[in-house]
């Protein structure tokens, strides 16, 4: 075979094949590179960190409106006393100022943390008017670093969930067509390694995860700043890991299948809990505890704590060693299942 | 090139049963090196079982077979590389083109020609930048044939080349096969279309619930049946009243079956049966309102055995 091109070899040309599918498949290339950057784009304007925002307070009093002017983080309204009112009860205001110095009164609602935090600024804004002068002098340095952001916590999340989709549903549906087409069973009359059918699957997968990523990654860096703190080769690492582990998944799912309605059912059973519980789009600390060493276990978790690990908190090959240990079970566990089950006609 | 010492393909008592029924049923059949060999009979006869258990796809319950002197139990990898396959509607890419449809195919065999020059043999050079979900029903199946010669077969295994075409893509077909059997290499095909059958092939086995119920050349078979030409005839209501035991004996005429509406004779010497069966039906008072002669086929010769046509469904 030596006189054959290297592109002549079998799974060069099943990997290449692999490839032209995909690519000619306009709706594949819309849910693995357009849809997450849309997605990043939309919740990245949705829930941007706005300038902190001044409160509303009301007063009937000339001179107390003048006094709470002088604080910055304050919006202080002259109005009548039944104005008063009814702003504080529609929520325009988060504070009634009212009487006059020596004697004022705070009417506000206690459990509302504005209604808190405008009583604390309207009161030293009035003392501070009145005279008072403070023993300690201080000064503010304000800090609003990338990083912290719903957008920086969102991307790993995003990148974790289309790695799993487009494994998953690649994988899912291109075996279970080729089954159901009889593909399948033409391919293994022939002399064709059947290793090399499955493996042109993994390899044009991850060679398509170089694209998405970048893509995912990329827009998210230029476009809102996400950090990329960690080693970039175990950000890789883990993308790769966490591909082979849903590619594995798909192919255990797609194993027996015959049909595409079945494998989409199948599909979403496996996939549905791990959009909720894994923590795409919230932290998955906020279930109970009770059910949190089950919700790591669950591959798409270990990809995103190990992705929002790397680029936001900076960690290293050590930190992301347990998250990588379960998708190595994953990867491991799903593919011999799925060998001793596959059905190739 | 002196023939090889073994039968291109030698199956014993082979028996395949599924859940719901027995697909071969004790089956023999045995191809000789360089004929095309065709198994004709009904949908649901076990043609396809029987094809797929001989290209190694199918695990046979019991009996054997042997594959240009190869079983699929030690030698299925150098039997993959000398075989071609050519499946019943397998649905090949849609998105690929002609030539990297065909050019994944070569590289699974270690010899073979080269890709343009497997498209020229199945004549689709026109369409070999083309999708493959944009060719006619015909060229797909040039496309699958060009597949399974994609490897230089020794031996080609076609199930049902040809059914759901329209005439004039069986016959390109059929040209393509002959080309193929010219080359001297070994052909089996399953059709329910008795011409087919008789143009292509050399022998023919007829398959009925899991066996062959009748092996030959088609010549030999249509032969057996004693007569070399068919008449039918109706008479509307007055075919119930017909004497057949005064037709059978008029010379010439070998067999006579009633079939709902109509008359078959099996007829010898149809200038001789055909004035005497005038004046026998004019002597019984039946009057005709159709005649129809036609020469003997495979068709009839499945008629004459199961007393089914092959295309009842």
Known sequence: MSNRSFRDHPLVQLTLVRFREFLREPEALFWVFIFPILLAAGLGIAFRNRPAEVIRVVTPSAALARALRSEKGLDARQVSAAQAAAQLRSGKAALVVSGAPPGVLFRYDDTNPEGRTARMLADAAIQRAAGRTDPVRSSDSLVREPGSRYIDFLVPGLLGMNLMGSAIWGMGFAIVDARRKKLMKRLIATPMPRRYYLMSFVFSRLALLVIEVVAVLGFAVLAFGVPLRGPVWVLGGMCVLGSLSFCALGLLIASRVRTIEAASGLMNTAMMPMWVLSGVFFSSQRFPDAVLPLIRALPLTAVIDALRANMLQGAGAAQVAPQAGVLGIWIVVCFAVALKLFRWK | ?313
């Open chain 2, 1 to 313: 090139m002196t023939p090889p010492p073994h039968p291109a393909l030698r199956v014993r008592n082979l028996r395949k049963a599924f859940a719901d029924a027995t697909a071969v049923d004790g089956l023999d059949l045995e191809v000789r090196a360089g004929e095309c060999f065709g198994l004709l009979g009904p949908n649901g006869a076990g043609k396809t079982t029987t094809i797929e258990i001989c290209e190694g796809l199918t695990a046979a319950d019991s009996g054997q077979v042997e594959v240009l002197g190869l079983t699929w139990a030690t030698q299925a990898g150098e039997l993959r590389q000398r075989l071609g396959i050519q499946l019943q509607d397998t649905q090949l890419s849609d998105k690929l083109t002609v030539t990297e449809t065909l050019r994944l195919f070569r590289s699974f065999f270690r010899r073979g020609p080269e890709v343009a020059e497997v498209i020229a043999r199945v004549q689709l050079e026109e369409k070999a930048a083309s999708r493959v979900g944009g060719l006619s029903g015909g060229q797909k199946q040039r496309l699958a044939l060009a597949c399974a010669l994609a490897g230089d077969p020794d031996f080609l295994f076609l199930d049902e080349p040809t059914t759901g075409l329209d005439p004039q893509a069986r016959r390109q077909l059929w040209d393509l096969i002959e080309r193929f059997r010219a080359s001297g290499r070994t052909i089996l095909l399953t059709t329910h279309y008795m011409d087919e059958a008789e143009r292509l092939c050399d022998r023919v086995a007829i398959m009925d619930h899991g066996k062959t119920i009748a092996q030959g050349t088609p010549r030999e078979l249509i032969a057996s049946i004693g007569g070399e030409h068919l008449i039918e005839f109706s008479a509307g209501d007055a075919t119930v009243g017909l004497n057949c035991e005064v037709l059978s004996r008029i010379e010439g005429i070998r067999d006579v079956r009633r079939e709902p509406g109509s008359v078959r004779l099996m007829v010898t010497e149809l200038h001789r049966a055909v004035p005497a069966l005038l004046d026998e039906l004019t002597r019984q008072h039946i009057p005709l309102t159709e005649l129809r002669t036609h020469s003997a086929t495979l068709e009839d010769v499945f008629v004459g055995l199961t007393g089914r046509h092959l295309r009842d469904e």
